[in-house]
């Protein structure tokens, strides 16, 4: 499996871990995004690395059965640097409405470490 694609996995996975459950090393989720990483949301709003590092510490077991679902996971453009890749991301939550977003993250590659530098996410209509 393609390096970017099974990162976006995992890191899902770990989001998952953390917000529905609390568990799993926030540090150790942190680590995967760049210091310069920026985030536009569903909503529009931007977030850096200093607001998203607040939002996963304040939110351990937040979100209490939490599902989240990829699909659609593409390598747009990769070189050896980093790469582009889009994918859709499911989620649910029991007794709430399910929602799907639209991605695409631009990874840098530093070694053998893959570091997200930019995500913007759109809500589905």
Do not use: C
Request: charged fraction near 15%; hydrophobic fraction near 45%; aromatic fraction near 8%.
């Amino acid at each position: 499996m393609n390096r970017y694609i099974q990162e976006v996995i995992e890191a899902h996975v770990a989001i998952e871990n953390w917000l529905g459950k609390g568990e799993g090393d926030v540090q150790a989720l942190l680590a995967r995004f760049s210091p310069v990483f920026t985030m536009v949301t569903p909503g529009g709003k931007t977030l850096n690395f200093d607001s998203l590092s607040a939002f996963f510490q304040a939110q351990p077991a937040a979100k209490p059965g939490l599902k989240i679902s990829l699909d659609e996971i593409t390598v747009i453009a990769e070189w050896p640097g980093g790469a582009v890749v889009s994918y859709s991301e499911g989620q649910s939550l029991p007794g709430q409405e399910n929602t799907l977003r639209h991605s695409t993250v631009i990874f840098s590659n530093a070694g053998s470490d893959l570091l997200w530098l930019r995500l913007h996410e759109t809500a589905a209509a």
